[in-house]
């Protein structure tokens, strides 16, 4: 399978499709009409289905392609046949971080060349020179995953099997997953009306080496959680010469990212697994260009990831540095700034006003369009709430501005059965795997299997834009991250190994779909 994936890999990363351009419409459509001329296609043995993103304004096409198994798989007790899913996002982020470059970032065969040259340093100078790198604008996340996961599944529908297997490739992983919740709200509808149970969802997205891994390939059980708290910080404006009659919000802003980017107390532990540290996504003010007056306010955004904690822990230590960030602002400054910053979450100040001030607010968030940025909605909504409350003077509010990406992990459903299928593969190739519980980054995986983290009340009550929350999914669902392997992702330097990956990664895909679902 190496040379088909290779081919198809150059093929997808030579079709720009960057978030939020016409070019993820062209890519997934491409798919479509490749599986068209696939002879199972052809002889009505495969179904293809192009679905419209939900809620999408872009309306970006999600492919799905079903290959039904022979009639005699059958789960357990006997109603439902098997099925798995293979898939993977084929958007991708931008390309002006390769400067001088950029015309050869979706052109990875003389990317790769250039590379040699030492323009992305010797590391990845000596990577190129040995022929088994290939880089390039998403040939690690995550084109060549796709590529590898259509080949795995062709190869499946090309000699039939007894499993049903999926194949589909969704837009928008890179923003807002817009894709694989419209596959989830489908296969919800289609799943119970043909009769199917799918025994595991496989995502192909990248992995990375780890510390210490001596060379193992990486395979998750699950998918880590992210939140997105924010602040926003009215101040008081005052003139540039005249600082002692106000309070810069962009002050009180600082502090609490000082207290909040690297802070080990807000990272999250599983066994020998931790989070990333928490960093600085946004921070800005409210000026729109230069006068001599402070900023009456000024907002940031963090990211926050989670594998055991809940949303109301993270939410409750977010909030509990900010209070610390204010008090080390008083302090550095008793003689300007106000003794009285009170520091409260969105739930807090919504059940301070009043049910007309609830209802006011509520017709003001829906005067905000879809096409908007969805975190610049959740700081209008906040500012708004905070203008319509009682309250004068100087404040924070603390408040999630973006949507719940619920941590996943299927550890206890597949262990056993994946650790035995791993080995029986290893046994024919050679191939080392280590197995964790939490894929390190946000995935889609996070969108097809249920998680604590729905029934979380205080990310509701905290999130001023709900009504675009996702649902949570309706039945449990093993999730796997069985990905491409590389380095750079997000980097001019995102590069993938191509022996592995185009090799072993397909062949692996195939197997682990007949081995999963037979028990």
Same mark, same amino acid.
């Given at each position: 399978m190496y040379e088909a994936t290779r081919?198809?890999?150059l093929d997808l990363v030579a079709m720009p499709s960057v978030n939020g351009t016409p070019g993820e419409s062209a890519i997934v459509e491409y798919l479509y009409h490749r599986l068209m001329r696939h002879s199972a296609y052809r002889a009505g043995r495969m179904k293809l289905f192009l679905v419209p993103a939900v809620d999408d304004p872009l309306f970006r096409p999600v492919l799905i392609a079903h290959m039904p198994g022979r009639a005699r798989n059958r789960t357990a007790?006997?109603?439902a046949r098997r099925g798995v899913l293979l898939f993977g996002h084929t958007d991708t982020v931008g390309t002006s971080? @390769?400067?001088?470059l950029e015309s050869l970032a979706f052109r990875p065969l003389e990317l790769t060349e250039e590379v040699k040259s030492g323009v992305f340093g010797a590391v990845a100078a000596q990577r190129a020179k040995s022929g088994k790198w290939l @880089?390039?604008?998403?040939?690690?996340?995550?084109?060549?995953?796709? #590529?590898a996961a259509l080949i795995a599944f062709e190869a499946l529908a090309e000699k039939g099997t007894e499993t049903d297997v999926f194949f589909s490739a969704t837009p928008d992983e890179e923003v807002g997953s817009l894709g694989v919740k419209t596959l989830a709200a489908w296969l919800r509808d289609y799943l119970p009306a043909e009769? *199917?149970?799918?025994?595991? #969802?496989?995502?192909?997205?990248?992995?990375?080496?780890?510390?210490?891994?001596?060379?193992a390939r990486h395979i998750y059980l699950g998918s880590i959680g992210k939140l997105l708290p924010a602040v926003y910080v009215r101040g008081v404006p005052s003139h540039a010469a005249e600082p002692h009659n106000g309070l810069d919000p962009n002050?009180?802003?600082?502090? *609490?990212?000082?207290?909040?980017?690297?802070?080990? #107390?807000?990272?999250?532990e599983d066994d020998s697994e931790l989070s990333p540290y928490p960093v600085c996504l946004h921070q800005r003010d409210d000026k729109p260009g230069y006068d001599v007056q402070t900023a009456v306010s000024a907002s940031a955004y963090y990211n926050l990831f989670h594998m055991q904690k809940s949303p109301s822990q993270q939410l409750d230590a977010f909030t509990e540095a900010v209070r610390l960030a204010v008090a080390d602002v008083q302090a550095a400054h008793p003689d300007v700034v106000a003794a009285d910053i009170p520091v409260l979450t969105f739930q807090d100040l919504w059940e301070e006003v009043g049910e007309e001030t609830q209802n006011e607010v509520r017709s003001f968030a829906d005067s905000l369009?879809?096409?908007?940025?969805?975190?610049?909605?959740?700081?209008? *909504?906040?500012?708004?709430?905070?203008?319509?409350?009682?309250?004068?003077?100087?404040?924070?509010?603390?408040? @999630? #501005?973006n949507g719940l990406v619920p941590k996943v992990n299927s550890g206890i459903l597949v262990r056993d059965i994946l650790t035995t299928a791993l080995a029986a593969f290893t046994g024919e190739t050679g191939e080392a795997f280590a197995l964790h519980r939490y894929f390190p980054y946000i995935s889609d995986l996070s969108f097809l299997t249920p998680s604590p983290d729905w029934d979380d009340r205080a990310f509701r009550r905290n999130f001023?834009?709900?009504?675009?929350a996702s649902p949570a999914p309706l039945r449990e669902l093993p999730v796997l991250m069985v990905g491409t392997y590389g380095t750079g992702a997000h980097q001019p330097d995102e590069c993938v190994d191509a022996e592995y990956t185009f090799g072993r990664l397909p062949v692996l895909l195939a197997w682990l779909s007949q081995r999963l679902a037979a028990d």
């Open positions: 081919q198809l890999t007790d006997s109603r971080d @390769f400067g001088a @880089f390039g604008r998403g040939v690690l996340d995550m084109k060549s995953g796709v #590529a009769g *199917i149970a799918l025994q595991a #969802a496989i995502n192909t997205d990248y992995t990375s080496w780890q510390p210490g891994d001596g060379g002050l009180v802003v600082a502090a *609490i990212t000082n207290r909040v980017v690297y802070n080990r #107390a807000l990272c999250d369009t879809l096409s908007q940025d969805l975190r610049e909605r959740c700081r209008l *909504i906040t500012e708004h709430l905070l203008q319509k409350s009682v309250r004068s003077g100087p404040a924070v509010v603390v408040y @999630f #501005a001023p834009s709900l009504y675009t």
